[in-house]
């Protein structure tokens, strides 16, 4: 019996805690990649980018709190710090929208025209972000490392194998999940949310209902400014602040919002955490566990791991593929006929 507890805790610390806390960081992000992809009719090559420069505005928003003894305890500053970033990345959505963006809704340009414009601006937030922060990488997890550490329950438990949960990691999981129902509550309880939901199913049946299309589309830069925030900086608590180890993320989302189908907001969250457990599954040693389950005669002797880890953004990749292949639409999507 103790072998199977010891199994089970073993994949909880190693592989369900953690995948359920990438799965909600790629939710955030997928849920702005839904939004751009399903109110302004474009995919964002730029996203990943927004995640990371939010993060880096974060950063030296909580060093300026710090620097002035402000401190949230067990908990991370930087939660105090993405506050301050948040409406930051708001009004450098709004801005780039009104500079770039803007002039190719008002000529009816195609979405590829927007693609390309995107990358250009996720090139120019490059820029931004080495001058900002430089190209190394910063931590900047302060409060509580561990809600349980390994010490602490081996001493508790008496068991071979710890749980190990990160306070970044339930941090991420109880955040992801209170800013999902807002905006589920956003879209589906209030004018502006209905607003816009009608402004992506008809756009011109929208517009002829009174809908104004620039107020809907500040309110989309806003959300997608929100959520880039959240994901990208509940991501570096987790795993550290690289700056271009977000760029990496732009597959993975898009994946997560393609499996979901694009413009669907709970197609991106169920899209996420399967793409997330792919990934996270496909490279893990699953020898250890398997170790505990199987007699002693049967346990293997290879590590037992399918891929190595330089190829988890590779999983990724194979699942885009297959859903374009077998189901374009996505699971939630919509169906054309």
Known sequence: MSDVLN???????MLVIPGLAYGSQLALGALGVTLIFGVLRFSSFAHAE????GTALTILFTIWLQGHGVSLGVLPTALLGMLLAMPVMALIFIATDRALYRHFRRINARAEVFMIVSAGVMLMMNGVIRLMIGADGRDF??????????????DWSGLAEPLVIKTSQMLTIAVAVL?????????????AGRSMRAYADNRNLALLSGVDPDRIVRLT????????VLAGVLFGLDKG???FVYQQLLLPM???????????PIGAIV????????????????????AYFLPAAMAPESMMQLLSTEYKFAVSFLILVVVLLVRPAGLYGKVSR
């Open 7 to 13: 199994g089970l805790l073993h994949l909880t610390s």
């Open 141 to 154: 997890e302060d409060g509580a490392r561990f809600i349980v550490s390994a010490r602490g329950f081996r």
């Open 271 to 290: 899209g996420s955490m399967i793409v997330a457990f792919s990934e996270l599954a496909l490279t893990f040693a699953w020898k250890k566990a398997l």
């Open 241 to 243: 602040y690289r700056p």
């Open 50 to 53: 927004g995640l990371s420069l």
């Open 179 to 191: 800013a999902t129902a807002g905006l589920f509550w956003f879209l589906g309880r209030t004018q």
């Open 254 to 264: 898009f994946a997560a919002a393609v499996v979901g189908g694009l413009g669907s």
């Open 221 to 228: 830069w806003v959300l997608v400014a929100v959520l880039s």
